[in-house]
C-alpha cells in the first residue's frame, strides 16, 4: 500500500509533457506545473500564433506569460527524489564501515549510527533511536553525533559517566571522585570547565588564523619581489644592450669618419695618414668584438645574479608556505575540537591536542623599487663615458693628424655659408660637465636655465660655480657650427677641456682665463672675452652665431648669422690642445636658451 502510495505521489510530482518528475517546476495561469524547459519549448511553437495554450487544459492565454520557478512544488520535488532515492538504494549503503560508528543496538551485521547518546552512552542507528524522539522518557537525554569514544566518558574507578573536572589533577571525573582520590580539589562541572577552554581555543583560533592571514600576505610579498627581481634584471639587460650596441655604433662611424676624412686628402700625403687609418680601425675592430663580448658577459652575470635572488626568495616562500599549511592543519583540528558538543569528549580532545610545529620567525619584507640591477646598467653607463671620452680623444688625434696634411696644403677660409657647411660639425652637450640648473634637451643639443636643480649624478667635471657646459666632442682639424642664442646674455665659447670647473669666477669662467675664449652675445652688441680681455666686437646684432675653428692653422673665427654671413672677430694663435665647444647662460632670468643648430 505505501508502495502505492509513492507511485502516486510521483504521478503528482511529473511533468505531462516529458513524464519525469519537474525540474525548475513552473506553474501556468491555469494552475497545471511544468518543468520550466518543457513548457517554454512547448511556447516557442507558438510564438507563430501568438496564442498560448495549456497542454492539458488547452486554455490560452495572451501575451505569453511569465512564469517563474515554484519553490515550493520544486522543494516537494527533491523530498520525493530523496524517498525514492532511499527506498532504491542498496542495503550495503547503511551498514557500518570500517571507518563509521556502528549501532551498539543492532544484532548480526550493523547499521550505521546516526546519533550517540550521552546519557544512554549508546550510539543508535535511524531505526533504534526513533524511541528517543517519541516517547517522553528520553526527553532529557542528550543526542550528538555519533562517536565510537563514548566508553572514555565513564569513570574506570566508580563506573559513572564523568560529568566534572577536576583543575587541580586536570582530568574529567565523576560525582564520587571528590569524595574519596579527589578530595579537597579544586573541582568544576565539564560544562563549567569547557566554557573556559572554549574561551582559551578560540582565542588560539584566532592567533592562527591571523598568522595564517599574515604569512600569506608575506607569500604575496615574496611573489612580487620576484617579479621585481625579475623586471630589474629584463632592464638591466636591455639598457646594457642598447648602450654596448650605442659604442659599437660609436666606434663603427669613427671608423668610417676616418676613412672618410683621409680619402678627401692630396694622394701624395694619404700614405702617413692611411697607416694611422688602418691601426685605428684594427683597434676599432677589436674594440667591437671586446663590446660584444662584454655585452654577453654582462647579461650572463645579471642572469645569475637573477637566479640567485629568485632562488632566495623563492626558498623563503616555500618555508612560508609549509608554515601556512601547518597552521591550517592545525586550524582545522582545533575547529573539530570546537565543535565537539560532549563537553567531556571536548576536554579529552583538548588536552590531547598537539603542539604547534616551532617556525623560525619571518623576516619583515618590504618590497622596495626594483634597483636590484642598477649597479650593473651604472656600471655599464660609466664604462660607455670613459669609452667616449678615450674615442673623443682619439679621434681628436687622427683628425689633427689628417689636418697636417692641410697645412701644407694651405687653403683659404671659407667665403660663403655654403663652404663653411662643407665643415659643419654635429655638436652634442655632455651631461656630466653640466652644472645643476641647466636643463639639458633636443638630443642634448640645447641647454636651458631652469629654477630647479637637476638630478645629475655626481662627476668631476661638472661645473659648479658658473651657469656652463661642454660638448662632448673634441675638435679640431677644420670645424665650423652654429648656435641659436634665446637670452639676455649669452656665451659662446670655445675651450681646452682642463678649464678649472669650480671655484673663483676668473678660474672656471669662460673668457675669463687663458684656457678659453668666448663671444658675449646680448641684445645690443658682442664682446670677445680672453684672459678677462673684453673687446667690443663691431657687427649686426643676430641670435644665430656662427664659428669656425681652423685647429692646425691656430685660427678661430666668430660670425653674425643672418642672411648674409658677417666677421665679428677672428683669433689667431697657437692651439696646443684639442677644443672643446662650451655655452654659458649669464642671466638674472631663467628661460634663457642656448642651442647648437642642425646644420646637415
Not at 663590446?291 to 642572469?303: A, C, G, H, I, N
Not at 636655465?449 to 660655480?465: A, E, I, M
Request: proline share 4%; glycine share 4%; hydrophobic share 30%.
Amino acid at each position: 500500500m505505501a508502495q502505492k502510495r509513492v507511485k502516486l505521489d510521483r504521478e503528482s510530482f511529473s511533468c505531462s509533457i516529458c513524464l519525469d518528475l519537474l525540474k525548475d517546476p513552473v506553474t501556468t495561469p491555469c494552475g497545471h506545473s511544468y518543468c520550466m524547459d518543457c513548457i517554454k519549448a512547448h511556447w516557442d511553437g507558438e510564438d507563430e500564433k501568438q496564442i498560448y495554450s495549456c497542454p492539458q487544459c488547452r486554455e490560452t492565454f495572451t501575451p505569453r506569460p511569465v512564469l517563474l520557478k515554484n519553490t515550493m512544488l520544486a522543494d516537494l520535488v527533491e523530498e520525493m527524489k530523496k524517498t525514492e532515492e532511499l527506498q532504491t538504494c542498496p542495503a550495503d549503503h547503511c551498514y557500518a564501515g570500517a571507518e563509521d560508528v556502528a549501532c551498539d543496538v543492532c544484532t548480526g551485521r550493523k547499521l550505521k549510527a546516526l546519533k550517540s547518546c550521552l546519557v544512554c552512552l549508546v550510539a543508535y542507528c535511524d531505526q533504534h533511536l526513533q524511541p528517543h524522539y517519541e516517547l517522553p522518557i528520553f526527553k532529557k537525554h542528550k543526542l550528538v553525533e555519533p562517536s565510537k569514544n563514548l566508553q572514555e566518558n565513564i569513570c574506570s574507578r566508580h563506573d559513572e559517566v564523568m560529568k566534572m573536572f577536576c583543575r587541580t589533577d586536570q582530568q574529567c571525573i565523576c560525582y564520587l571522585c571528590p569524595v574519596d582520590e579527589h578530595k579537597g580539589h579544586n573541582t568544576v562541572s565539564a560544562a563549567a570547565e569547557r566554557t573556559e577552554r572554549q574561551k582559551e581555543l578560540e582565542g588560539n583560533q584566532q592567533n592562527i588564523q591571523q598568522r595564517i592571514q599574515d604569512r600569506e600576505k608575506d607569500v604575496k610579498l615574496l611573489q612580487q619581489e620576484v617579479e621585481a627581481i625579475n623586471r630589474s634584471a629584463d632592464k638591466a639587460v636591455e639598457d646594457s644592450g642598447k648602450i654596448f650596441t650605442e659604442l659599437i655604433r660609436l666606434m663603427e662611424k669613427k671608423s668610417s669618419d676616418v676613412a672618410q676624412q683621409v680619402k678627401s686628402q692630396q694622394e701624395t700625403e694619404v700614405r702617413r695618414v692611411k697607416e694611422l687609418q688602418e691601426k685605428l680601425e684594427q683597434e676599432i675592430t677589436e674594440l667591437i668584438r671586446l663590446m660584444e663580448k662584454r655585452s654577453s658577459d654582462v647579461e650572463q652575470q645579471v642572469r645569475s645574479r637573477q637566479k640567485s635572488e629568485v632562488s632566495r626568495v623563492r626558498e623563503l616562500q616555500e618555508k612560508l608556505e609549509q608554515e601556512i599549511t601547518e597552521l591550517k592543519r592545525k586550524d582545522a583540528e582545533m575547529k573539530k575540537i570546537s565543535d565537539t558538543e560532549d563537553h567531556t569528549q571536548f576536554l579529552h580532545n583538548y588536552s590531547s591536542l598537539s603542539p604547534l610545529s616551532e617556525f623560525p620567525a619571518s623576516p619583515s619584507i618590504n618590497i622596495c623599487p626594483p634597483c636590484y640591477f642598477e649597479d650593473v646598467t651604472a656600471a655599464v653607463s660609466d664604462a660607455r663615458d670613459k669609452l667616449q671620452d678615450l674615442l673623443t680623444e682619439t679621434w681628436a688625434n687622427i683628425s689633427q693628424a689628417v689636418t697636417e696634411v692641410d697645412v701644407l696644403l694651405p687653403q683659404p677660409e671659407p667665403k660663403t655659408r655654403a663652404d663653411f657647411l662643407k665643415y659643419a660639425r654635429e655638436i652634442t652637450l655632455d651631461p656630466n660637465t653640466a652644472h645643476t640648473q641647466l636643463l639639458l634637451s633636443e638630443g642634448n643639443r640645447k641647454a636651458t636655465l631652469v629654477g630647479q636643480q637637476q638630478r645629475y649624478s655626481s662627476h668631476p667635471d661638472r661645473f659648479t660655480k658658473e651657469f656652463q657646459v661642454l660638448s662632448r666632442e673634441s675638435l679640431a682639424g677644420r670645424c665650423y657650427w652654429e648656435v641659436e642664442c634665446r637670452g639676455e646674455v649669452i656665451y659662446v665659447a670655445v675651450t681646452y677641456k682642463n678649464v678649472t670647473r669650480a671655484g673663483s669666477s676668473n678660474a672656471c669662467r669662460f673668457g675669463l682665463n687663458n684656457k678659453s675664449w668666448a663671444l658675449r652675445c646680448d641684445n645690443n652688441s658682442f664682446k670677445l672675452l680672453y684672459k678677462n680681455v673684453r673687446t667690443l666686437v663691431p657687427g649686426p646684432v643676430s641670435s644665430r652665431v656662427g664659428v669656425y675653428l681652423d685647429h692646425s692653422a691656430g685660427t678661430l673665427s666668430f660670425y653674425s648669422v643672418s642672411e648674409t654671413m658677417t666677421l665679428l672677430h677672428r683669433v689667431q694663435t697657437t692651439f696646443t690642445q684639442p677644443l672643446y665647444a662650451g655655452l654659458l647662460l649669464h642671466s638674472s632670468s631663467f628661460g634663457d636658451t642656448a642651442e647648437f643648430c642642425k646644420l646637415k
